[in-house]
Antibody, heavy 118, light 112 residues
Framework: EVQLVESGGGVVKPGGSLRLSCAAS????????MTWVRQAPGKGLKWVGR??????????DYAAAVEGRFAISRDDSQNTLYLEMNSLKTEDTGVYYC?????????WGQGVLVTVSS | DIVLTQSPDSLAVSLGERATVNCRSS????????????LAWYQQKPGQPPKLLIY???TRESGVPDRFSGGGSGTDFTLTVSSLQAEDVAVYYC?????????FGQGTKLEI
């Protein structure tokens, strides 16, 4: 059974930093492309970024709203995906989901809440 | 960036009746490698993560009831629930995965 479990959320002040983790199991993580999707309270889904598998280059792509502030990385030895978030803004508040990218996101974690507030 | 616009924003349908959600893209959604439409549909119930229903515009994900179907091509797509059940109350989103940044529609709230 595929499982994605996010952690690392919390409350942070504007301008602060936070690192989210996503522990994956039930599939060959090293072969997977992975994405982060976020959802502001009461709002719709927003794609944050993606990382390809190492064999496909391991490259990353980001939404314009987070480019230069957020960084996605992976540790295939630990089956873990990361989202490093810097220079956080109040509009970054929301639930962050880790997803398995397979022609659409076919598996999602339960999400982790990030609150950016002074 | 590719913009997806869903219509309507909300929809109320009687139990057993058909519900149709539309998704219009600002660009043609065609994956060059296989000539298929790179569009997915998701269902999100309150307090839950989204669930993939449909990919490649019309391929039903494993385990999804056959009352859910996807159609369309080019820039215009539809999600149809043929006979609405109480458990289908949710917000539905389309997403394109042709090119990054992948983008979502704004969502359609389906109610009884």
């Amino acid at each position: 059974e595929v499982q994605l479990v996010e952690s690392g959320g919390g409350v942070v002040k504007p301008g602060g930093s936070l690192r989210l983790s996503c522990a994956a199991s039930g599939f060959t993580f090293g072969n997977a492309w992975m994405t982060w999707v976020r959802q502001a309270p009461g709002k719709g889904l927003k794609w944050v970024g993606r990382i390809k598998s190492i064999i496909d280059g391991g490259t990353t792509d980001y939404a314009a709203a987070v480019e230069g502030r957020f960084a996605i990385s992976r540790d295939d030895s630990q089956n873990t995906l990361y989202l490093e978030m810097n220079s956080l803004k109040t509009e970054d508040t929301g639930v962050y989901y880790c997803t398995h990218d397979n022609w659409g996101s076919d598996h999602w974690g339960q999400g982790v809440l990030v609150t950016v507030s002074s | 960036d590719i913009v997806l616009t869903q219509s309507p924003d909300s929809l109320a349908v009687s139990l057993g009746e058909r519900a149709t959600v539309n998704c219009r893209s600002s660009q043609t959604l065609l994956y060059s490698s296989n000539h298929r439409s790179c569009l997915a549909w998701y269902q999100q119930k309150p307090g839950q993560p989204p669930k993939l229903l449909i990919y490649w515009a019309s391929t039903r994900e494993s385990g999804v009831p056959d009352r859910f179907s996807g159609g369309g091509s080019g820039t215009d797509f539809t999600l149809t629930v043929s006979s609405l059940q109480a458990e289908d109350v949710a917000v539905y989103y389309c997403q394109q995965y042709c090119s990054t940044p992948y983008t979502f529609g704004q969502g359609t709230k389906l109610e009884i």
